[in-house]
């Protein structure tokens, strides 16, 4: 699988843009960008994601490097429910074999909110 | 409509026992997935299945095992169990997988405490 880098931890003050990092430099072609959060006691939670285009919904938005060797989440503007793990997930379009569904976690950003 | 449900939601073993975990999935939903979370780290998949086959396998003993019902639902089963198995094990449902954009729905998790 190809790897993600995520930094450990980012704060952010409430209502303000937060943008979070996540470097792939070994990304492939075929590889999908996710993103996922995952609130105290709770199960992960979609969040977005995109090929190569820089994509929006009502969640975030998620802007996708020229060369797709780094990508940025962004909350336009959080509040403290954002407060949470962000993970960026690498989602090969021919995964197969023993890795069919397959999502690898690293290890996330740990996003702490300020009021 | 309801998402993903897991059962139980706590749970406390001994060293040697077995456990099984129950998902049911979105409606709808025909694929489930299992993850593993020890503290302080990200879920680590376990098994995918779809139309009550196994599709996908991660690194983990045969002690864990798991199956797909007629209805979608799906159990996961621990042998033998082991102080590290302790940790939160997710459920995930999804539309049929592949193609690298699937959309995976997480349950809140069963969290397992082996004595």
């Known amino acids: 699988d190809a790897k993600t880098t995520q930094p450990n931890s980012m704060e952010s003050n409430e209502e303000e843009p937060v943008h979070l990092p996540c470097n792939h430099s070994?990304?492939?072609?075929?590889?999908?960008i996710h993103w996922y959060r995952q609130l105290p006691s709770q199960g992960p939670e979609y969040v977005i994601h995109?090929?190569?285009s820089n994509v929006n919904n009502r969640m975030a938005s998620l802007a996708i490097a020229e060369d797709r060797k780094s990508s940025t989440l962004i909350l336009h503007r959080a509040t403290l429910r954002d407060a949470a793990v962000y993970y960026c997930?690498?989602?090969?379009?021919?995964?197969?074999?023993?890795?069919?569904?397959?999502?690898?976690f690293g290890q996330g950003t740990i996003l702490t909110v300020h009021p | 409509d309801a998402g993903v449900t897991q059962s139980p939601t706590h749970l406390i073993k001994t060293r040697g026992q077995h456990v099984t975990l129950r998902c049911s999935p979105i409606?709808?939903?025909?694929?489930v997935s299992w993850y593993q979370q020890v503290l302080g780290q990200g879920p680590q998949f376990i098994f995918q299945?779809?139309?009550?086959?196994?599709?996908g396998r991660g690194n983990f003993p045969d002690r864990f095992s798991a199956r797909q019902f007629p209805n979608y639902s799906s159990e996961l089963n621990v042998n033998a169990l082991l102080l590290g198995d302790s940790a939160l094990y997710l459920c995930?449902?999804?539309?049929?997988?592949?193609?690298?954009?699937?959309?995976?729905?997480f349950g809140p998790g069963t969290r397992l405490l082996v004595l």
């Open positions: 995109g090929l190569t």
């Open positions: 997930i690498l989602r090969d379009v021919w995964a197969g074999g023993t890795s069919y569904g397959k999502l690898t």
């Open positions: 070994t990304i492939s072609g075929t590889d999908y």
């Open positions: 299945y779809y139309e009550k086959e196994e599709r």
């Open positions: 995930a449902s999804s539309l049929p997988p592949g193609g690298g954009q699937e959309t995976q729905y």
């Open positions: 409606s709808g939903h025909k694929s």
